[in-house]
């Protein structure tokens, strides 16, 4: 299913396609989809809801005209205190042509936590999702970037979008420039229409200005596991050796030494990325993987509802890349979890835990080693409230 959420959402372009040729390279453009194309993933009604029902907090808001905000639009100093976002003045700034940003949406509203959690999955990536309302022909923001990929699929009315090249391929927030000069003049117009949808790779700037309808769309933004991270990583793990903890001597020296000094820097540098091995790297990749996903509590609540009438036919799937080891002594196994959590076993469970492990989906029945049918389930359950594996059906 996580596979078919990206193909559902880029349709009629292909998932392969789209990674081949645009993701993290240029834009993409899908229009004549119809209108109502994204009812599953966010209507107006949902954000209706959301505004009435939903508790939400001034970090979650921002009322903004060309770039110009001020809290005071959307959140008021209580006597305690503590900022409350005040509802009315939102709607009020609407009337007065401020447009209006709901930020991460995904923790709140269940159909877009839904789809981010999918779309997560299926990118290996952390989805964050904010919704945008902009009055007739008004505009939130001036021309900008964002230091992530976003989707933005345009939910009511329509929206004229204008895309301009740089500043910088994949720029992260590391990178500061200067909006005169660091733009392309090469400027390209689209217009999005309910149902159409808009990828822009990160860097690549953009201004958006409503038509004569009220604009609302939801903007999906990826947060992936960067090779940049990757090598942070793995180059301060791996500095153990006492001299790399030596002073730098040769500030503004010019004499022999400095080139000396450098030469060494960089020759434990080089011994050091060489040592690497594939497995190192992939297991940090998986880490910080692990960390991205937007799986928090997914399925614990049904997990626990479930788990009392878990029986031999039940299907189950166990949380992917668990580690099995065994403790020192030897007495029991241990399961780690990507995000270092450790759980122990009695020793005689592990031909279970391999079975459990090795499998993505199985049947308890058909999970493998020393315990009786009864043991199993037992142990299955165990698992379960652990929130190692989770019940299919
Ligand atoms: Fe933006």
Redesign the pocket.
Known sequence: MTKEILSYLLSPVSRASFLDEYYEKKHLLIKDRSADYYNNILTLEDIDDYFHQGHIRPRDVLVTNNHNSTLSKWAQLQDNGQLEVNKESIIKSLYKGDSVVLNFVEEYIPKVNRFAKKLSRDLNCQVKAGIFITPPDAQG?IR???YFD?FILQIHGSKKWKLFDGPKELIDHSIVFEDSESFNIEEKEIELKRGDLLY?PRGIG?SAHSTEDVSIHV?FGLFPVRWLDIFRIALDKSFSEGSIRGSFMNWNNTDDNVGKEIEEIKTILNKRIDALSEEEILSIAEELKAKKLNKDYENRLMDYVGHHTINSDSIVSCQDDLILTNDEDGHFCVVQTPKNETFAYPIFAKDTLESILSSKTLKVKDIAGNLDLKNTIKFVKKMIAEGLISIVK
């Open positions: 923001f900008h970037v964002d976003i822009i953009h903007s």
